[in-house]
């Protein structure tokens, strides 16, 4: 249970600790920071694939009719053009007169109450812009006076291949991971024969080029997107895609996000080709609620543009019966969810002595450190028999030796990045074979014998 609820919390903290605790640094800091770019530090790339083997586990490990694949990022230009990516894939930009600093208008015109979403035209934006330009202001220079509000395509180019000929079509960096599961639909249902409904699943790299990236890991340039592609027969998706939710949902729970910090968004302005479309919510520590996962009802779009623009019939046949399906699709943004998971567990405690401690109250499944391995001092075969401790489980857990420092700081250092388990071994250890076992949260010490302690684990994960 944690001491501070997420209104007590501070995003900027939490951005500051990222980075001292070896969680996430800016991207190229040395050279002034990539604005929109993050990386991941040893502790936070744990974390990262506990929180994307969790997902694949419960995704598609453990459902009959779910199947994993790995698409290239490189498609061939014309996906994009299919998917309306080069057409209709922007936001509404404008720029200050005053310091030329660039604005997204729709979400300017959010801060001020005002809704407004990227499926509105141009012209639209610019009314509700014009009537409310006075109460925006830029946050470089304070001015209200912005050019006309113009689509910005988020499209990533690249140069790929034959990039001095006049003729070469731009290859894009995808703006989406889930174009590399329709392009392999076919190929799927060709290799190994699902029977409908079934779902595809993948975890990718996708890249926009965010006009302004903000709020650390949640507004990025370049972000991974785990998706699954449900295929049902045409009409069939409405107890699906409540089935769907349903489980999504409960995802979050099972990852140790509290109920009181989610909550579901219907869309108001559907996109014309989808059906139905909810986001799943987070209440992030001072900017609040914001998506963190969409799960859409796409009808049969996807599939009949591929099929329009490749000429390859993508439809599936049903014994007979031939159709193209329909897809019900959930994408969770990672860096999105991995910054949800550390707001969550962030937490503060004022002991009894009265010093304060930060501890990360991560479940243990997901936690980047499952065992610190602690010698209390180097000397004396203490530091020989932590060896062998770390060799016994290190294998199984993900662990950790660190013999530098006082013991007491030694165990702030593991309760910064949420370590469940501290192992000490002492003199003690050298007469009779037992540890000191430390729980994070509750602090309590026992004693354990070295034989246990892989039984010991086995029960308490
Ligand atoms: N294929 C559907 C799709 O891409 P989306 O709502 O644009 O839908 C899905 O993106 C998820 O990807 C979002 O819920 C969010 O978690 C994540 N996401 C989108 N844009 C992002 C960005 N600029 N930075 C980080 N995550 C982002």
Redesign the pocket.
Known sequence: MNNLKNSEKKMDDIVRFSKEAGFVYQSSEIYGGLA?VYDFGPVGVELLKNIKDFWWRETVKKKKNYYGLDSGMFKHPKVWDSSGHTSGFSDPMAECKNCNTRIRVDKELEKIGISADEKMSEEEINILFDENKDKIKCSKCGGSDFTKAKAFNLLVKSNLGDFTSKESTPVYLP?????GIYLNFKNVVDSIHPKIPFGLAQINK?F?N?IS?RNF?????E?E?A?TQFFVKPNENKDAYEKIKKERWQWYLDLGISEENLKWSQHENLVFYASDAW??EYNFPTFGYD????V?DRTDYDLSQHTKFSGVDLSYNDNGEKFIPWIL?T???????FLAVLSEAYDKEILEDGSERTVLRFNSEIAPVKIAILPLMKKDGLAEKADEVFNLVAGDYNSIYDDTGKIGKRYRRQDEIGTPFCVTVDYDTLEDNTVTVRERDSMKQERIKIEDLKKYFEEKN
């Open positions: 929109g703006g989406e991971a889930c174009q996708a926009r965010e990236p890991l949640f507004r990025t340039r972000f997107q998706d986001d799943i998506e963190i996962e969409g859409h699709e994408s969770m943004g990672l860096g999105r969810v």
